[in-house]
C-alpha cells in the first residue's frame, strides 16, 4: 500500500538536499563554533551562511536571525522578551492562537498579567482595528499568528504590525506556518519579531529560529555561554542549522511555483471532496488561505475514527477532535469560529505539500467519500 | 495506539445497526464529548434472553470498538447477566484500552444498561441490577475534565 502523507502542517519529510548537507556536516563540520582552531572556524562560517540564507528567505538581515530549537522556544522567548524590556501588564493575542503562545501567556496570567484573547471571526482571523482597540496603556506585546496551523487562514499581520509600531509596542507573530508559504519581506513590514520552524519547510525537526528586528532588545531565555550575540546559549547544533537553511534556500528558490502549485491542488482536493460529500463544511478563508491546507467537517461522523479508517488506506491526514487531541473539548481553533461541538468533533485536516501528486490528490477525494459513508451508516445522528 | 483487537472490532465490527420494533432501546452519551452510543435489544419474552442486539456510535475507534464486543458479549445472554457486565469487563475483553479512552467502555456499560431499563419501563419487568438505575445518571461521567 503506498502512503499518501497529507499532514505537512504537522511536519514535512525532509528533501534530498537537506540530508546531504546535514550529513556532509554530520561527518566533516563536527567542530564547535566557539572554537579557535580551524575545524572549528570553519563551523563559524557555515554558521553565519546560514544564518543569511534564512534571512534571505523573509527579507532580513542575517544579524536579525537568532536559531533556537523550533517554533515553540521561538514564540516562549518572544514573549521573555517583551516581559523583561516593556514596563507594563498586558498582552494582547489571539483565541486561536498555537498552544505554544496561548499556554505561556495563560501561566503568565497566574502571575498577574493581564492578556486579552481576541475573539476571531468565521474564518479564525482578526482585524488590525481589532487589536487597535484592544491596546491598554500597559499592553507591552501583541502576538497575533501569521498562518493558522489548523484551518490555514492568514492574518494581516502587516497592517497589524503597523498598529503596533504606530503604539510602539512590541508586535510578535508565530510564522511557523508562513515560513515558505507565503512572501514574507521584513524589510517592507514592521513586525518585530517572529517565530519559525525548520520542520515545517523540509528541514529537520529540532531547529528554528526567532527574527528580532534590529533595534528590539533582546535578553535571552536560555542562560550560559555567548552563543547567538549572547542571547540563546547553547553550542549550536550546525548540522541542524545547516540544515534549516538549505530547506530555506530551496524554498525562497521555489516559492511563487511552490505557491501556485499547491493552491492548485488544495483547490482540487477541496472540490473534489465538497462536491462529492454531503453535510460537509469547509472551514477556514476561501482565498487568504495557506496554500496546502484543507479542513472540512463532516457532519454525524468523528474525526479519530475516519483518520484510522484513512490510515488503513494509507492516508495520513489529521483532526481536531476532542480524541484527537486529547481532551475533552475539540480543538480551541474550531470551537472559536463558532463551530457546534457536533460539527468539530468530524473534522479533517488535510495539508499538501511539495511531495504532493495529482494522483495523491485523486485518491484520497476517491477513498474518503466511502469511508466517510460508512461511518455515517454506523452514526445514530443520521436519521 | 489500539491493540489489534481493539483495532478489529473498530474496522469490522459486530451487531451494527438498527432493530426495527425493538424491545429495548438505549442512548448514552454526548455530543460534546464527541461519543454517542445506541443499542437496540431484542429479547424472548418468556426466557429473558436477548436474541437479538444492534448498535449505533458515533465516536471515536474506543467507542466504536466497545460498543462492538458489548454487543457480542451479552447476545444469547439472560437480562440479568447482561446486567453484571461492567466496563472492566468490556476492557479486558478488549484487551485494554488507552488511559483516556476508559470512559468509552464505561459508555458501553451505560448503553446496555439503558437499553435494559427501557425494556424494564415499557413491558414492566424488575431487575435487581437496575434498582438504584436512573437514565439520568448514565450521561457520560467523563472522568478526563470538567463538564459545563
Not at chain 1, 514535512?12 to 582552531?37: L, R, W
Not at chain 1, 501569521?146 to 499581520?157: D, K, R
Not at chain 1, 531565555?221 to 547567538?228: D, R, Y
Not at chain 2, 458515533?58 to 454487543?71: E, P, Y
Request: charged share 25%; with cysteine; net charge negative.
Amino acid at each position: 500500500m503506498k502512503t499518501i502523507y497529507m499532514d505537512y502542517s504537522a511536519t514535512t519529510p525532509m528533501k534530498p538536499e537537506v540530508i546531504e548537507v546535514m550529513t556532509d556536516a554530520f561527518k566533516h563540520h563536527y567542530g564547535n563554533a566557539s572554537s579557535i582552531h580551524h575545524i572549528g572556524q570553519e563551523a563559524k562560517v557555515l554558521l553565519q551562511q546560514a544564518r543569511e540564507q534564512v534571512a534571505q528567505l523573509i527579507g532580513a538581515e542575517a544579524r536579525e536571525i537568532f536559531f533556537t530549537a523550533g517554533g515553540t522556544e521561538s514564540d516562549n522567548w518572544a514573549i521573555q522578551i517583551a516581559l523583561e524590556t516593556k514596563p507594563g501588564k498586558h498582552i494582547i493575542t489571539t483565541n486561536v492562537e498555537h498552544h505554544a503562545v496561548l499556554h505561556p501567556l495563560e501561566a503568565l496570567e497566574k502571575k498577574g498579567y493581564r492578556v486579552t484573547y481576541l475573539p476571531v471571526d468565521e474564518y479564525g482571523m482578526v482585524t488590525p482595528e481589532q487589536v487597535e482597540e484592544a491596546i491598554e496603556e500597559d499592553t507591552i506585546l501583541i502576538s497575533v499568528m501569521y498562518i493558522n496551523n489548523e484551518i490555514g487562514s492568514i492574518n494581516p499581520v502587516e497592517q497589524i504590525a503597523e498598529v503596533a509600531a504606530k503604539h510602539g509596542i512590541l508586535f510578535h507573530t508565530d510564522g511557523v506556518q508562513a515560513l515558505g508559504n507565503t512572501p514574507i519581506d521584513m524589510s517592507t513590514n514592521k513586525i518585530s519579531m517572529m517565530s519559525m520552524s525548520s520542520h515545517k519547510i523540509y528541514g529537520p525537526k529540532g531547529v528554528g529560529a526567532l527574527y528580532i528586528r534590529k533595534g528590539v532588545r533582546t535578553v535571552p531565555l536560555i542562560h550560559g555561554g555567548a552563543q547567538e550575540r549572547k542571547v540563546r546559549a547553547g553550542t549550536e547544533n550546525i548540522p541542524g542549522i545547516l540544515g534549516f537553511a538549505k530547506a530555506a534556500e530551496l524554498a525562497g528558490a521555489s516559492l511563487d511555483q511552490h505557491i501556485e502549485k499547491l493552491s492548485r491542488l488544495r483547490d482540487k482536493l477541496r472540490d473534489g471532496i465538497m462536491n462529492n460529500i454531503s453535510d460537509a463544511k469547509y472551514n477556514g478563508h476561501p482565498v487568504l488561505r495557506h496554500p496546502g491546507n484543507v479542513n472540512i467537517c463532516f457532519k454525524y461522523i468523528e474525526g479519530e475514527s475516519l483518520l484510522l479508517l484513512l490510515d488503513m488506506k494509507g492516508i495520513c491526514a489529521s483532526s481536531g477532535s476532542a480524541c484527537t487531541s486529547g481532551s475533552l473539548d475539540p480543538s480551541h481553533v474550531l470551537m472559536n469560529i463558532g463551530l457546534t461541538h457536533e460539527i468539530a468533533h468530524g473534522s479533517l485536516r488535510l495539508t499538501l505539500g511539495d511531495f504532493t501528486t495529482e494522483q495523491d490528490v485523486d485518491t484520497v477525494i476517491e477513498e474518503i467519500k466511502p469511508i466517510v459513508e460508512r461511518l455515517r451508516e454506523m452514526s445514530p445522528l443520521t436519521e | 495506539m489500539y491493540n489489534q483487537k481493539v483495532m478489529d472490532h473498530f474496522m469490522n465490527p459486530r451487531n451494527v445497526g438498527e432493530i426495527e420494533n425493538a424491545d429495548g432501546m438505549g442512548e448514552v452519551g454526548n455530543l460534546r464529548c464527541g461519543d454517542i452510543m445506541r443499542i437496540y435489544l431484542k429479547i424472548d419474552p418468556t426466557s429473558d434472553v436477548i436474541n437479538e442486539i444492534k448498535f449505533k456510535t458515533f465516536g471515536c475507534g474506543s467507542a466504536v470498538a466497545s460498543s462492538s464486543i458489548a454487543t457480542e458479549m451479552i447476545k444469547g445472554k439472560t437480562v440479568e447477566e447482561a446486567l453484571q457486565i461492567t466496563n472492566k469487563d468490556v476492557l479486558r475483553e478488549l484487551g485494554g484500552l488507552p488511559t483516556i479512552k476508559i470512559h468509552c467502555s464505561v459508555l458501553a456499560e451505560q448503553a446496555v444498561k439503558a437499553a435494559v431499563y427501557d425494556y424494564a419501563t415499557k413491558h414492566g419487568k424488575h431487575y435487581a441490577a437496575l434498582e438504584n438505575y436512573s437514565p439520568e445518571d448514565d450521561d457520560h461521567d467523563h472522568d478526563h475534565g470538567e463538564e459545563d
